[in-house]
């Protein structure tokens, strides 16, 4: 099966954006066929975000201090923004490392990243609050 999937990926190609195949059909990575399933979205979230808990845990140790719902605060931001848009809240970093959640959640309102998604900023807020 491995040997398998190293020749169908060096026969498809790779390609990280969306593409039109011979057929004139949208495609991606090794001629994957667009629109994907659910199956195969959730196993892309899962594969992403195991990879930006290992970037955001290496970047940031200081994450790993912090309570399990805290983490996943930090975690679903980095999912959305990537793990260098969320070092960036240097404000918010402060707040958290000084033990204080309401003004880390203040921090994360005050923010381009709010306006752009109030529902879910709010969301996460609360969540740091608790």
């Known amino acids: 099966m491995k040997a398998l999937l ?65 983490q996943a605060v930090i975690i679903e931001m980095c999912y959305q923004m990537g793990v260098s848009g969320v070092l960036k809240f240097a404000k918010m970093w402060a707040a958290l ?10 921090q994360m309102l005050d923010s381009r990243w709010a306006m752009q998604t109030p529902n879910r900023a709010r969301l996460l807020a609360d969540k740091m609050r608790r």
């Not at 090794?30 to 195969?40: A, D, R």
């Not at 959730?42 to 990879?51: I, T």
């Not at 490392?97 to 203040?106: H, Q, R």
């Open 6 to 70: 190293e020749e169908i990926k060096i026969n498809e190609g790779f390609r990280g954006s969306v593409y039109k195949d011979t057929e004139g059909f949208d495609t991606i990575g090794y001629g994957t066929k667009l629109p994907i399933n659910e199956n195969e979205a959730a196993l892309l979230a899962e594969h992403r975000l195991k990879s930006k808990i290992k970037e955001i845990e290496k970047r940031e140790p200081f994450i790993n201090s912090l309570s399990e719902d805290k």
């Open 97 to 106: 490392k000084a033990g204080d959640t309401a003004e880390a959640a203040a």
